[in-house]
């Protein structure tokens, strides 16, 4: 079964500031996708940036960007010029062809300091 | 609104009553998905529908819990004999899927209930 992990319940990065958080997976299959979404204080769940697996050019959303090691099944997410905004949760999420569902990690939670 | 629609957004009821949810999806998309997400946990996925067919089934989601969609559009989600441990948020996410393209999941608000 697939699995996610995000080991940092919790992160803090002063406004302006970068901020990487970590995610790893598990998987046997070789197609799939990978997520990251943010959930602020509303609780919806917001697409900040995906990343096939067959793609080995690392994705980037302007001040976002994935950190994407296939062999090592690490996915991170790289925040530059952190704002107020961004702070929530955030979840990684593993989509597989062999299933109809994200599967999401626990979840991180961002505070940013101004 | 465009949007996937929740409602209510909040649902306080005792134990033992039953409760239903509806979520309506981004009106082209083919596919809706319930989850649920507990305080400080990520969405666990319950079901989902691809138009008017349930595809799979969580084994969370107890016989208790029956959700339906039964046009293709519009779907419920009702929990019978409610107990504390159904407190939670309940999340509808909508998607167009494509065969071999992956799938961008559109969430609503959610809906809170809360079972006292």
């Known amino acids: 079964a697939q699995t996610v992990t995000q080991s940092q319940p919790e992160m803090s990065v002063q406004e302006a500031e970068t901020v990487t958080l970590s995610c790893t997976y598990d998987t046997s299959e070789s197609d799939y996708y990978l997520f990251w979404y943010k959930q602020p204080p509303s609780r919806q769940m917001i697409l900040v940036i995906r990343q096939e697996a067959y793609k080995q050019q690392n994705a980037t959303e302007n001040r976002f960007s994935v950190n994407f090691q296939k062999a090592a099944k690490s996915f991170s997410l790289k925040i530059s010029d952190s704002q107020l905004g961004d702070a929530a949760m955030y979840f990684c999420a593993y989509y597989g062809g062999s299933q109809g569902n994200l599967i999401f990690g626990k979840g991180t939670k961002l505070s940013v300091k101004p | 609104d465009t949007g996937v629609s929740q409602n209510p957004r909040h649902k306080i009821t005792k134990r033992g009553q039953n409760v239903t949810f509806r979520c309506d999806p981004i009106s082209e998309h083919n596919r809706l998905y319930w989850y649920r997400q507990t305080l400080g946990q990520g969405p666990e996925f319950l079901t989902y529908?691809?138009?008017?067919?349930?595809?799979?089934k969580s084994r969370l989601l107890s016989d208790r819990f029956s959700a339906e969609r039964p046009k293709g559009s519009f779907s419920t989600l009702e929990i019978q004999r409610t107990e504390q441990g159904d407190s939670a948020m309940y999340l509808c996410a909508s998607s167009q899927y494509r065969a071999g393209d992956y799938e961008k999941l559109f969430f609503g608000s959610g809906t809170q209930l809360s079972v006292l």
């Open positions: 529908f691809q138009n008017e067919a349930q595809l799979e």
